[in-house]
T-cell receptor, first 109, second 112 residues
Framework: KNEVEQSPQNLTAQEGEFITINCSYS?????LHWLQQHPGGGIVSLFM???GKKKHGRLIATINIQEKHSSLHITASHPRDSAVYIC???????????FGTGTSLTVIP | DTGVSQDPRHKITKRGQNVTFRCDPI?????LYWYRQTLGQGPEFLTY????????KSRLLSDRFSAERPKGSFSTLEIQRTEQGDSAMYLC??????????FGPGTRLTVL
């Protein structure tokens, strides 16, 4: 049983398209994180949020605590956005992260 | 300080050998985490430290795995008697307490 589920697993988009990646979780959380992982393994934290919405450039992250759901949106997608996007949650109990399996995004020029 | 660093970046070893990885966190961070990631999967939590104290260990961390953070700064992760199933990317991250985690580049282990 995965505490964090992401969809879709794979996503291919044309440059310029609006992209949405979804994350659902089953535990009570103190925060939800969206991470970006490029080929080669390096992980970059994009957002940490516990309510509402955050925006950074073309990236927008939203969370609905009652529904235990979060979305990551990319506006005007670009080939350099191609990466694996991982959702992770910090549960209320304990300090370990629970990670989703990631969404592999490919943006075609 | 430019971020979290890990050494080595790649390690190839034969089954049964011991390996040790090092993580240097962002210097002001008091928390340090170790994760393992296999191909096509998200990272899995292994253990974390608050300063020099190891506060939580995953059941994934068998007796062959040991981690230390002796002075509350850098940390080492040792795997004894490596097995082929240990082949993975080992990721380190650091943070302030309850803060955003910053990840290192990872150490890719291949056990032949």
């Amino acid at each position: 049983k995965n505490e964090v589920e992401q969809s879709p697993q794979n996503l291919t988009a044309q440059e310029g398209e609006f992209i949405t990646i979804n994350c659902s979780y089953s535990v009570g959380i103190s925060a939800l994180h969206w991470l970006q992982q490029h080929p080669g393994g390096g992980i970059v934290s994009l957002f940490m949020l516990s309510s509402g919405k955050k925006k950074h450039g073309r990236l927008i992250a939203t969370i609905n605590i009652q529904e235990k759901h979060s979305s990551l949106h990319i506006t005007a997608s670009h080939p350099r956005d191609s990466a694996v996007y991982i959702c992770a949650v910090s549960p209320n109990t304990g300090n370990q992260f629970y990670f989703g399996t990631g969404t592999s995004l490919t943006v075609i020029p | 300080d430019t971020g979290v660093s890990q050494d080595p970046r790649h390690k190839i070893t034969k089954r049964g050998q011991n390996v040790t990885f090092r993580c240097d966190p962002i210097s002001e961070h008091n928390r340090l985490y170790w994760y393992r990631q296999t191909l096509g999967q998200g990272p899995e939590f292994l253990t974390y430290f608050q300063n020099e104290a190891q506060l939580e260990k995953s059941r994934l961390l068998s007796d062959r795995f040991s981690a230390e953070r002796p002075k509350g700064s850098f940390s080492t992760l040792e795997i004894q008697r490596t097995e082929q199933g240990d082949s993975a990317m080992y990721l380190c991250a650091s943070s302030f307490t309850y803060g955003e985690q910053f990840f290192g580049p990872g150490t890719r282990l291949t056990v032949l």
